[in-house]
């Protein structure tokens, strides 16, 4: 290695390192931030904590490449470039791409390195760490209930809150359904205020309740007659308990093989072979549902006639005049001929309806295989593009430090983030073709990276500060004159 490629990686490790934890911190604080409510509180190992942010840091790493690679070029050429050493360098003829040349090759690596990881180590660790945060979920099921929507996670009962403080863990106008006899909803608790708890064996859930009425219909509702009369129990209590015994929610490793299917938690090859058996899928169905409709209603094909054995027979027949008979009819006929129609439209309206929603919904699925095969590629790619961006620009800007290279950093990498996610929304959705979607930010990056190596290679003074102030002055003193 030469000395000058020395010297530039010597400038560029420091900050790139740097740069990387920075990242890596941020987005731990805000994958812990979004899941706070379902860590904390739960009495869980300090191992299994460590081990959950350790796959989520390992899955992290190929979102954290491209930033943590845009700020550490911009901030090596800048700080070259504010120490005049670009200058020294260029005075000695060593031209800019030379200068850049050690970066790229290192930023090559580092992408090919990308790709490595979000092929064939990422899907694993993802698989890792959701099935970890599932089990985590379901250690502490009483931490999982939302105001206003029913919760189902506890054996035979349905149960809903209208409140819950969070401080003190009290819970505001409950309602219970208890499905232990499976008859339907014939047991009902509404209880003004309550608490949840979990004993210290964990082995049951203790539902304590304060000022509620218990509504029971005593036979169920399996009685044939729905209009008989029927026993009927009202219980009103100003405290009651309900132990349910919940083994199932100590802390067990669920298998991983139930989060397999994610298009998170496989390869390339694999979301190939999915996507494949899912398109066979799609059109089997296709082909399915064209059938059914066709064989329904009024679209049912007619018994064919052989046309060769039976001309004479139909030349004699005649074309069914639907006017004139629909007008021979009564009123009461007419009424009866218009309900069927109306009844078949609806029918073949509901049957199309229902099928062309489970059909979106598959093509969705091959869609979102699509975009997560094309998301690797682009992902790692996006570090290479990072640095046609951060290098030019650090030469172009030549400031140094933290201040202007995280500024322009962030913006930059915002907007390529909020772009990539709204093409692959599209994508996904199918408005957008799989390939536009996904690349489309890319392709951006690829412009602007062009745009800012031209720039630089011509000692460009679009972002001179001075060069503006010279150029206003002129035409201050432009205008004097005249």
Same mark, same amino acid.
Do not use: C
């Given at each position: ?52 942010? /350790? #796959?989520?840091?390992?899955?992290? +790493? ?7 690679? =845009?700020?550490? !070029? @911009? ?113 009902? /608790? #509404?209880?003004?205020?309550?608490? +949840? ?7 049951? =859930?203790?539902? !304590? @309740? ?273």
């Amino acid at each position: 290695m030469k000395a000058l490629d020395r010297f530039v990686l010597k400038h560029f490790f420091g900050p790139f390192t740097l740069s990387f934890v920075l990242v890596m911190f941020v987005l731990l604080m805000q994958f812990l931030w979004k899941w706070v409510d379902e860590l904390v509180g739960k009495g869980l190992d300090w191992t299994v904590f460590v081990e959950l942010m /350790t #796959y989520i840091g390992i899955s992290l +790493m190929p979102l954290a490449l491209p930033l943590a690679m =845009l700020l550490s !070029t @911009l901030m090596a050429m800048g700080n070259m470039g504010e120490n005049n050493e670009t200058l020294a360098l260029k005075a000695a003829g060593v031209s800019l791409a030379r200068i850049m040349s050690p970066l790229f090759f290192t930023v090559a690596i580092f992408t090919v390195g990308a790709f490595f990881l979000s092929n064939n180590v990422v899907p694993y660790i993802n698989l890792k760490a959701f099935s970890l945060l599932y089990d985590v979920q379901q250690k502490r099921p009483e931490l999982q209930i939302r105001e206003g929507v029913f919760y189902n996670g506890i054996p035979n009962i349905s149960l809903k809150i209208g409140a819950k403080d969070e401080k003190t863990n009290l819970l505001k106008r409950i309602l219970i359904y208890n499905h232990k006899q499976a008859n339907g909803n014939v047991d009902v /608790t #509404y209880a003004d205020s309550g608490y +949840m708890k979990i004993t210290d064996d964990q082995r049951y =859930l203790v539902v !304590t @309740l304060y000022n509620g009425n218990t509504y029971q219909d005593e036979q169920g509702s399996a009685t044939p007659d729905a209009y008989e009369k029927k026993p009927f129990r009202h219980t009103y209590f100003g405290k009651q308990q309900i132990i349910v015994e919940i083994n199932n929610y100590k802390f067990d490793r669920t298998n991983e093989n139930l989060f397999k299917d994610s298009e998170r938690m496989q390869n390339i090859d694999q979301l190939a072979k999915s996507r494949d058996s899912l398109d066979k899928q799609r059109q089997y169905k296709v082909s399915m549902y064209l059938s059914g409709f066709l064989h329904t209603g009024y679209f049912r094909k007619a018994n064919e006639i052989d046309t060769t054995l039976k001309t004479k027979a139909l030349e004699k027949l005649e074309t069914f005049k639907f006017d004139s008979t629909y007008k021979s009819l009564d009123n009461r006929m007419k009424m009866q001929v218009v309900d069927n129609a109306l009844s078949s439209a609806q029918s073949a309206q509901q049957y199309i309806t229902s099928n062309s929603w489970d059909l979106q919904l598959n093509t969705e699925q091959i869609n979102r295989m699509g975009v997560e095969m094309n998301k690797k590629f682009t992902l790692s790619l996006a570090a290479l593009l990072f640095f046609f961006i951060g290098a030019p620009l650090g030469a172009i800007i030549r400031k140094g430090g933290f201040g202007m290279p995280i500024v322009v950093s962030v913006l930059f990498f915002i907007a390529y983030y909020i772009i990539s996610i709204t093409g692959e929304k599209f994508a996904r959705e199918g408005v957008w073709s799989i390939f536009a979607g996904t690349w489309f930010s890319s392709f951006i990056l690829l412009a602007i990276g062009i745009f800012l190596s031209y720039k630089s290679m011509n000692e460009s003074q679009m972002f001179n500060t001075d060069a503006y102030v010279q150029f206003f002055k002129r035409i201050v003193r432009f205008k004097q004159r005249k």
